[in-house]
């Protein structure tokens, strides 16, 4: 089954001259015909990646060719003041991951090498350029945003802690969730942060010491959170 989305992502490199009108195929063409059950005349949300808001109206729609005309509007909404990062899950549960992030307007995601991952995962399909960015252009396609987020990977962990986490956190507060922290989570935080998620055993007591020595302030959620996935999204809206 095809899921509903909310606005119609287009690329720049599938725009017309004038960047005006776009012929879309593929996953986007049968969205449209076969859920949204769109015809000729059909107007609809359309956003281009990294680009403005529009309204499109469809020229064309058949088994071949989606063809829309486009008159753009405003920009996107603002990004969560948020960056992230997450120890390497199992490809289904990074999927979902990057999937919420993007949904939720993080721009910055960094995926992050861990003892208690699996090495396995890195040899994934997910983290092939294309099935990431599926996930993320999915995500956008809910949020009705365009902003396609950045996302890096680190498949050592010492590197990323010692000499990449020190830099970035100069300028923005970073919080690892920890059960059992004897912090809390904050709430209704400004001001840039950086977030930390650790595999669903948790981070080991190296890992979890060198970001701590990286200048990341461990947060306790609250509750018991097993899944990567449902442990950025409560960090998330405990904090926004």
Not at 64 to 73: A, K, P
Request: aromatic share 4%; proline share 8%.
């Amino acid at each position: 089954m095809l899921a509903r989305v909310n606005i119609l992502l287009v690329d720049a490199s599938e725009l017309d001259a004038k960047g005006a009108r776009a012929r879309l195929g593929g996953r986007r063409l049968e969205h449209v015909r076969d859920v949204q059950k769109r015809v000729v005349g059909d107007t609809l949300r359309v956003g281009q990646i990294d680009g403005d808001l529009g309204q499109g109206r469809i020229l064309r729609i058949d088994d071949e060719i989606l063809e829309v005309e486009i008159e753009w509007g405003g920009p996107p909404p603002p990004p969560l003041p948020a960056a992230l990062a997450v120890a390497l899950p199992r490809p289904p549960i990074l999927r979902r991951v990057l999937y919420g992030a993007a949904l939720l307007g993080i721009k910055e995601i960094h995926v992050v090498a861990s003892a208690r991952s699996h090495r396995s995962f890195w040899q994934s399909r997910s983290l092939r350029p294309a099935a990431i960015r599926d996930q993320l252009e999915l995500g956008l396609e809910q949020a009705r945003d365009t902003g396609l987020p950045r996302v890096q990977l680190h498949p050592h962990f010492r590197p990323f802690a010692e000499n990449f986490l020190p830099g970035r956190l100069a300028d923005c507060q970073g919080l690892v969730a920890q059960a059992g922290a004897p912090q809390t989570c904050p709430r209704g935080v400004r001001g840039p942060h950086f977030l930390l998620v650790g595999p669903e055993a948790g981070w080991n007591e190296f890992e979890l010491a060198a970001i701590k020595a990286a200048g990341a302030q461990p947060v306790d959620l609250g509750e018991r959170i097993l899944r990567v996935d449902w442990a950025v999204a409560v960090l998330v809206a405990r904090l926004f």
